[in-house]
């Protein structure tokens, strides 16, 4: 059901890779020994060593970080606030979800539920915090939507859970702020755009297949927007802020593009 | 017409590939080979072929948030200068000159030649049935290759496009296969320039004159 794990981005980057250079000179030295090839792959080598060794200095990453925010601005007027991700029978749902996280799955920290609380800032009128009992006592609603993480799997899941738009509704959060913001319980962090927050399919998770969502997979509270990139999809929620400070993310702040809508 | 172009006194006559149209080639080979190579690295991440994994050397970004970080910038210049090119050679009629009528019996017969190795390369004015069937293809593929890439990109804002592919698998395995056929036609393209190296010199300088009516 699940593939073969192949190497994750959810981990730890392990830097630049020195050997990569070395490597190309080895390259290098081969197409000059070589006629009738050398022309063909030489521009191509230029390329990327262009690319392999470039891609972190700081000119580069600079223009590179400029499209991913002008690729942002693209999204935001591509994005249909009615259009309903396309959903699937109960019968294709994945039991269990697939787990990703900036770390393996043997290391999740479970949330102790009898003193989590959900904690609301920004520009919010009520920011009384939220127990999970609470929550629980929440009008629920269910989609059954494909996950799809910016490694390139997917999975189809079937998530339940209090409205987004009705819960900030229901605070008083000024829905015409830029940005909803998360922190979680394991340090992870990220925000999205308003129009995604108030989108129909976006919801504060709380089941997976009608079940609570257990441990791994972000119990109790978690976001799920069917139009976003798994990533953009905080688990382990402890506060939720309206704002129109550009809060950036976990993954974000390390080069993934932030609007990530699929 | 024709008078004034015989009669033109022009310093500068018509090329067999005009300015613009050289621009266009390299600035395309450039942004596809920035495609394939940040495509590769991405491509790793999550394998369609438990067999095929990209040696890092050979992709560009270093990690997966650089190669998205070039495959989505150079997926600009490589759709704007699509466009200029589709637009251009529609509208001159180049690609009504130069890459029609195919028949059948001609691409044989081409076929048949090179295999006897009698095929001629004095004229490169003028495409063969094969090269004109590769051009073709070849730009239906890209063509392909931008509406999968959009697929894999936008499944949901572009759900109807993506249903096209099937599931979001069947898109990124349509735009692998894409990006396969585009290599296997950047080899064949890039060996036969180099065995006529004047038809690299003429992508480069513009090529010999050619009148009005041919080029």
Redesign the interface.
Known sequence: ML??P????FRP?AG??QS?LK??KA?VEDINRRG?LR??VS??AL??L????V??TDAVQS???R??QF?DKVQEL???PN?L??TFPESMVVKPPRFNAYYDIEDIAPVDVASWKLELAGKIENKKPWSAQEIYALPEEEWIV?H???????YIGQWSGVNLKQFLQRVGADLTAKYVSFKCADDYYGSIDMATALHPQTILATKYAREPITDPFGFPLRLRT??KLGFKNPKWITAIEVTNEYRGGY?ED????WFS?? | MADITINSTDRHPARLHPLGLRIMHWVN??AM??MI??GWE??????IF?WLHFP???????????A???H??AM?LLMLNGICYLGYGLATGRFRRKLLPVWPGDVIATVRDALRFKLGHDDITHYNAVQKLLYIGIIAVIVVQVLSGFAV???????ELA?LFGS??GS?LVHFIGMALICGFL?IH??LA?LVPKT?GAMITGGPAVGDDAH
Not at chain 1, 50 to 53: A, D, I, P, S
Request: glycine fraction near 12%; charge should be neutral.
């Open positions: 593939k073969t192949s190497p994750s981005i980057a630049i890779d990569a490597e190309h390259l009738l022309g063909a521009l191509g390329t990327m262009t690319g392999c060794n891609t972190h223009v590179l970080r499209i991913s690729n591509m994005f249909r259009h991700a396309p494909r799809i993480c910016v490694e390139g799997w997917d069917a139009t993954w390390r080069g993934f593009n809508g699929i | 080979a450039l080979i920035v190579g940040s991405i491509y790793n991440d999550e394998v438990g890092h050397w050979m992709t560009i970004g270093g990690g997966a948030e650089g998205l970080q070039w989505f910038a600009w990109w936008k499944p949901v804002q572009l759900s249903a979001f698998q990124r080899v890039v060996a180099l690299i």
